[in-house]
Structures are given as structure tokens and as C-alpha cells.
């Protein structure tokens, strides 16, 4: 606080502090990982630095950053000069995602999303069949590999 | 527009890229695909942070607030 009562806040010593933070907690997963790989056991060092895991240290930096994005929002909103209704629905928007992103990293929801469109559209989750003659149907809920009958136990009626 | 850029090319891209790979799941390789995501995601947020705080710089000072470039 200055004698004129202003809170004076610098973009630069912000901005290194949030890279400063971020690559301590990236190092520090790299090296659990490496020592660990895979998703660790909860209340173990290496879960605490897991970068992908829920209610770790390391997985509640980037929910940090997006509420200091949303509040960054808020601010905007507040001291920017008022515009039309498209300049107020667009803080707005951007607001809400910022608050959207935070739940987000702690609910998984985007990587979830990701996993379903790579599996619907992609070829993970596809069955590499060795015949192109096999064919995959899905029964109860389970994938099953029909295999053809060879061409000498279909003419004889032969059943398998 | 570069922060979402970024921040998309870590959730949605390299998340496409780690489920066409899920038969590496658990593995060195996987986990180092996992660090690379989170990276940009933070980095996309890190971005937009510092464009905010760079527009809010270069509104007038109203309130009880003062930011340095």
C-alpha cells in the first residue's frame, strides 16, 4: 500500500511469479513421475505431485490460475468502460468459462470429453481384427469377434 | 486468443493424443504426455492472465487500484 492508497501490483513480478510456480510443480511431476510412473496411490508423494491427478498440490495450480483468470474477468467488468449488451455478454462469457475451467481441472470433465471423441470418432477403442472377413457386433453391452464358418462346414451343415 | 489457442491445443489436443495412445497407459511415455498437457494449460492460463492484467493496465485508473507494466 502507498501513502496515496493505491494497491500497486506489477503485470512482470505476477506473471514470473504464476511461470515460477507452474514449472516447480511440472519439475517436480516430471521427477515423481519418473521415479513413479503412473497414477499414483492417494496420500503419497507421488500422487501429491501428479499433475494429472484430483485434490493433489499440483492439480490445484491450474484451478488456481483459472479463478485468477475469472477474478482478472470480474475486474474488467468492473473498472472497464461500459459498452453495448455485446460487450457485457461477452464478460460475462468469459467470466463464466474462466469459472467453468476451474471446476473443470478438478472435475475432469474436458479430458472425459476428449477420451469419448477420440473412441466414437478416432480408432482408439477399435478392435484390430487379424481377417478383414471377422466382423465385431456388440452384444449385452460386450464386443464380440464373429468369426465365418469355414466354406467346407457350411455346405455340410456343420455347426460350431 | 493465443491463451485459448494454447489452452485448447493442451485439453483437447494432446488429451486426443494420449487416448489414441491409452495402450501406454501407466507408462514413462504416457506420464511425460500427461506432464506436456497440464504444461499448456497452465501456460494458456499464465497467457490470459497477463493479457487481462495488461488490459486492465491501460484502463483509466478509477478506483483504488495501480498496475505496472
Known sequence: ME??????ISIRRITVGLVVMSGLF??????????????AEPYTWTHLFDLDAEASAAGVVPDHHACSAAHCCCMVDRLGSRGGAHRTFMEAARRR??????????????????????HR????GRLRLADP???????????VVEVPAPAARRRSGGSW | MIAGAVYLAG???????????D???????FSMMVVVEES??????????????????????RRALRIDP
Open chain 1, 121 to 124: 470418432f478416432g480408432r482408439a
Open chain 1, 26 to 39: 511440472v519439475v517436480l511431476g516430471i521427477v515423481t513421475q519418473a521415479l513413479s510412473p503412473g497414477p
Open chain 1, 133 to 143: 472377413r471377422h466382423r465385431v457386433r456388440d452384444r449385452d453391452g460386450a464386443r
Open chain 2, 40 to 61: 499448456l494449460e497452465m501456460a494458456g492460463m499464465i497467457v490470459l492472465i497477463h493479457a487481462l492484467l495488461s488490459y486492465l493496465a491501460s484502463l483509466p485508473q
Open chain 2, 23 to 29: 495402450e501406454l497407459w501407466g507408462s514413462l511415455p
Open chain 2, 11 to 21: 485439453a483437447m489436443g494432446v488429451e486426443l493424443i494420449e487416448a489414441r495412445l
Open chain 1, 97 to 118: 468459462v474462466c469459472v467453468y475451467l476451474s471446476a473443470d481441472e478438478n472435475a475432469t470433465i474436458h479430458e472425459t470429453v476428449g477420451f469419448w471423441i477420440s
Open chain 1, 3 to 8: 501513502a496515496s492508497g493505491l494497491s500497486r
